[in-house]
């Protein structure tokens, strides 16, 4: 709601700033700004989330995204729009990580696919409707800022109902929690809530290469997805939310650390949306179309085969969890390749 406002009040900015040098360049580069901040956003806020829990962090994106459009409505400059949408898409980035940290805690492995396909249609189906609802203001005569208030207004509505209902985990309700992924980056160790500390958050991803091969394959996925919205299949829409940084975040991460996960594929992803405008742009200009789906198919059997790669690829955490810990003033690290063949002799033997 709070982030379909600006496409839906840029005609009427156009109409009031228009003559004060507010072009479609100057909302271009507003937008531009929004992405980075919610790029930067994803990565700071994922390990935000699996620290203070993800209730805490949910409710607290909806009120600074509150908070930051109410002011971009009271705004009346470049510079202060520019902040007020920087800092609103900021906020908003603590959702996601937020609600995969949630989800972590409420169900099982076998049903991460399910709820995490159910979970980024929000985004979809809130886009729309989004749309609809002050599309309808603007065509019964509401200006720019009525837009921005009723949005920041509907969303502190939907935040009020979230603040009374979404719980952290079922034992808040007394019942127990489900079991954590086998196949997570933290062991046995990733039924805990809450990290030791960053380095305990973040050392198992940075020495797990299945888990820099989803980056690879987000990356990749949503480059495509930016760069032509339009014609992609419905599954490059929702695919890097619901399956790279949804389901296989929490099947990485744990309780532990599922929104970390999610921020740092996400970041991945968005990465690649930047250098979707900036070098697809380019190419186009210079080089053509033709070379542009070239470019693009490339990127698709790259992302296919990091992907292949990532199966057969992996951890066994609880090995390596040992080592770090026997060795603790050691700034060694143990990591193991593994990949499908290795178990299946193994399990031979």
């Known amino acids: 709601m709070c982030r379909t406002n600006l496409s839906v009040a840029a005609p009427r900015l156009l109409a009031e700033f228009g003559g004060r040098g ?16 919610y790029a930067a956003g994803k990565l700071v806020n994922g390990a935000a989330a699996d620290v203070i829990g993800g209730r805490r962090m949910f409710l607290a ?42 989800a972590s805690h409420w169900y ?22 989004g749309r609809v609802w002050l599309g309808a203001l603007v065509s019964h005569g509401a200006g720019w800022r009525a837009v ?31 079991p954590v992924s086998a196949r997570n980056v933290y062991g046995s160790r990733g039924n805990a809530s809450r990290p030791a500390g960053l380095r305990d958050l973040l050392a198992p991803y940075v020495r797990n290469p299945a888990f820099w091969l989803v980056c690879l394959v987000s990356l990749g996925l949503t480059l495509i997805r930016e760069s032509f919205n ?18 296989i ?17 996400d970041t991945a992803g968005y990465l690649g949306a930047l250098a979707s405008g900036v070098v697809v ?11 542009v789906f070239r470019l693009q198919a490339a990127v698709a059997a790259a992302s296919m085969i990091a992907c292949w790669c990532q199966t057969r690829v992996g951890v066994e955490p609880d090995t390596c969890l040992t080592q770090v810990g026997v060795e603790s003033d050691s700034s060694q ?15 031979a033997d």
């Open 22 to 37: 507010l072009d479609k360049a100057a909302l271009g580069l507003i937008s531009s700004a929004g992405v980075l901040a």
């Open 249 to 265: 975040a929490v099947d990485f991460g744990g309780r532990r650390g599922s929104a970390t996960a999610a921020g740092l594929i």
């Open 108 to 129: 099982a492995p076998e049903r991460y696919g399910a709820v995490m396909g159910v979970l980024s249609l929000s985004f979809l189906f809130g886009d729309a409707a």
């Open 61 to 102: 994106g909806m009120i600074g995204s509150i908070a930051a459009t109410l002011a971009f409505g009271a705004s009346a400059g470049f510079a202060a729009f520019v902040a007020a949408w920087t800092i609103n898409r900021f906020a908003q980035s603590m959702g996601w990580g937020a609600l995969v940290k949630i």
């Open 281 to 291: 742009g380019s190419v186009a200009q210079h080089l053509g179309w033709s070379v």
């Open 148 to 178: 921005f208030i009723a949005s920041a207004a509907t969303l502190a509505a939907i935040a009020i109902v979230c603040a009374v209902t979404l719980r952290e985990s079922p034992r808040s309700v007394g019942v127990d929690e489900p």
């Open 333 to 347: 690290t143990c990591v193991r390749l593994v990949t499908i063949d290795d178990k299946e002799h193994a399990h």
């Open 230 to 247: 339009a014609w992609t299949p419905t599954y490059l829409v929702i695919g890097p939310y619901s399956l790279l940084a949804g389901a």
